[in-house]
């Protein structure tokens, strides 16, 4: 007999045309990434339904890293922010309000596979190309090499 863990499934998502590579969670509901190249935002409908909100396109490879920021956390969005991270070295930030690309940072060589929202309001990015790059406003603001 296995011992109770007090876990079962809620709810299934189906949406992407390939496999999800990241999921985040906020106050907007789910954030998942996949190879398909979208990023979606599902919302929470009920207890155990959640509805697709908006689909994300920007990449031209697929997404492998997602990040939210709240309303009002990074300056230039007061609907809150996805960051999303590629296969092709981009990231891409999006209004949560608006679903519109904002920016789209260029500077890692190779697929970016994760992304963190720091305290002072930066962004972090790492890359297999063995950095982790800084981001603030939309623009680079620095770079760690040799990881």
């Not at 990040?67 to 070295?89: H, Q, R």
């Not at 190779?110 to 929202?117: D, E, N, S």
């Not at 890359?127 to 680079?140: M, P, Q, Y």
Request: charged share 20%.
């Amino acid at each position: 007999m296995e011992p109770e863990t007090g876990f079962k499934l809620r709810c299934e998502l189906h949406g992407h045309e390939e496999d999800v590579r990241s999921v985040c969670v906020g106050e907007i509901g789910i954030v998942t990434s996949s190879r398909d190249t979208t990023v979606k935002i599902w919302a929470e409908e009920s207890a155990t339904a959640y509805s697709l909100l908006h689909t994300l396109t920007g990449h031209s490879k697929y997404v492998g890293a997602v990040a939210y920021a709240p309303p009002g956390f990074l300056v230039g969005f007061p609907n809150g922010a996805i960051i999303s991270g590629s296969f092709d070295g981009t990231l891409v930030m999006w209004d949560v309000g608006t679903a519109a690309a904002v920016h789209t940072l260029k500077g890692h060589q190779y697929q970016v596979t994760a992304i963190a929202v720091l305290p002072s309001g930066d962004v972090a990015s790492a890359s297999v190309d063995k950095t982790i790059k800084l981001w603030r406003e939309g623009k680079a603001a620095g770079e760690l090499a040799g990881h």
